[in-house]
């Protein structure tokens, strides 16, 4: 979620989030507790509307520092994040070479880059490499864009490999995530080349 309060949508959100305000933060810590328990062993989707809710409650957390008062037992199978001490909660984005895996808590990166096991390491490399170019059409200067001759037909193909990108994430590299963490997240859009979650067929 985009963090400009000038913008529409991060107001919407931003209206979401108040439902979770009014909570005390043993209720707060027990929603989240209860929430990660039916979060255990899948792999989701950023945009699922329970992940859009648990991200909420858990950025409240974060500022509160509920997991920090340890107000409620953490679900077995998670262990803690090194980054904010919350329950380790990775998110996949096209950014893994560089930015690791996310903290779904306190968006920092919970495992580095090189901090994760090897096979799925190299795996998550040459998909990163992979996806670097595709979405860098979305960013050409005018130069570039001249260079490609139809521009709006190279950025419609950008689009359309991200999107086969963005689903190969969520079957092959997400899942593998589960051999190592409870749960994991995989990012489902670009929005930079204007691929939305429902454009992600899996």
Known sequence: MATNAD??????????GEGFSDFDDLTLARW??????????????????????????????HERQIWLKRLVATP???????????????????DVQEAGLICQHCSETLVPFEE?????????????????????????????????????????????????????????FAPRLLEFYAAAVWEDQDECLEVRPEDVQL
């Open 116 to 172: 994760i096991p090897g096979g799925l390491r190299s795996d998550l490399g040459d998909w990163a490499a992979r996806y670097a170019p595709i979405h860098a059409v979305a960013h050409w200067d005018d130069r570039q864009r001249k260079t490609a001759g139809d521009y709006d037909h190279a950025y419609e193909s950008a689009a359309e490999e991200a999107e086969q990108l963005l689903a190969q994430a969520g079957t092959q």
């Open 32 to 61: 989240l507790a209860q929430t990660l328990g039916q979060l255990k062993g899948r792999a989701w989707r950023l945009s699922h509307p329970l992940l859009g809710a648990y991200r909420l409650a858990a950025q409240l957390a």
């Open 7 to 16: 913008v529409p949508l991060d107001q919407l959100w931003k209206e979401y």
């Open 76 to 94: 077995n199978a998670y262990s803690e994040s090194p980054c904010c001490r919350a329950p380790m909660l990775p998110l996949l984005t096209r």
